[in-house]
Each structure stands twice: as C-alpha cells, then as structure tokens.
Nanobody, 130 residues
Framework: QVHLGASGGAAVQSGDSLRLSCAVS????????IGWFRQTLGKGREFVAA????????SYGDSVTGRFTTFRGRDTDTEYLQMHSLKPEDTATYYC???????????????????????WGPGTQVTVSS
C-alpha cells in the first residue's frame, strides 16, 4: 500500500511563489501515476497536474499551465508542486493522489478524473490574498 501526504500550504500574496510537497511512503514501487488536485468549499475537486512516477508522462490543468510545475525530488520519494504567479483563484485545499492499479489508461483525457486515482492523502491549505 502507498501512503501520500501533502504539505507546505501557506497564506501568501498574489504574485508570490510557493512549493508544495507530497511525501510518498510504503510500497512506492507500485506507484504508477501521481497527481495533484485542489478543492474549494462547496465545489468538486479540480485537476491541477499529473506525472507518471517513471517520468514519461506529464499533464497540467488549463488554469495552471505555464505557472505550476510538478516534479520528483532527486533521489527522494517526494513529489513537488512548484507554483508561481499565484492568484486569489488558486486558493484551495491541495491534495496529492496516486494510481497504483496496473492497466489504468494514462492520458491527458483520463488523468483529470478523480476516479483514476486509488490513493489519496490529506490536503494542505493554500490561501492567496490580493
């Protein structure tokens, strides 16, 4: 079983940068895809980014393309979400999620769906003030 946990959320100003971390533990060898989602109160989860744990696939949500980057730390089991040019509309609770079940279709059209992910960690709050 894989365990995930997002951290690094904070209250920042519009235009600031922030890096979130997702610690991956447990059976990390079974992790196929790792994704980031965010959620605001009263709304469903929005896809932010996804990357194959092996590194051969990468996709971003339209609202963050060009501003956010997801990557794995060198020689670590930590995934990062580097966020630049933050806007008030980026305010949300951010979650990292993982896909461990083999045979799931990995494509730009499928990684945006929560149902692709079978492992979720606790979220971390990001608040961006104008």
């Amino acid at each position: 079983q894989v365990h995930l946990g997002a951290s690094g959320g904070a209250a920042v100003q519009s235009g600031d940068s922030l890096r979130l971390s997702c610690a991956v533990s447990g059976r990390t060898g079974s992790l196929i895809l790792i994704g980031w989602f965010r959620q605001t109160l009263g709304k469903g989860r929005e896809f932010v980014a996804a990357r194959a744990w092996s590194g051969d696939f990468l996709s971003y949500g339209d609202s963050v393309t060009g501003r956010f980057t997801t990557f794995r730390g060198r020689d670590t089991d930590t995934e990062y979400l580097q966020m630049h040019s933050l806007k008030p509309e980026d305010t949300a609770t951010y979650y990292c999620a993982g896909t461990t079940l083999p045979g799931r279709p990995i494509a730009a059209t499928t990684v945006v769906s929560e149902t692709l992910y079978d492992t979720w960690g606790p979220g971390t709050q990001v608040t961006v003030s104008s």
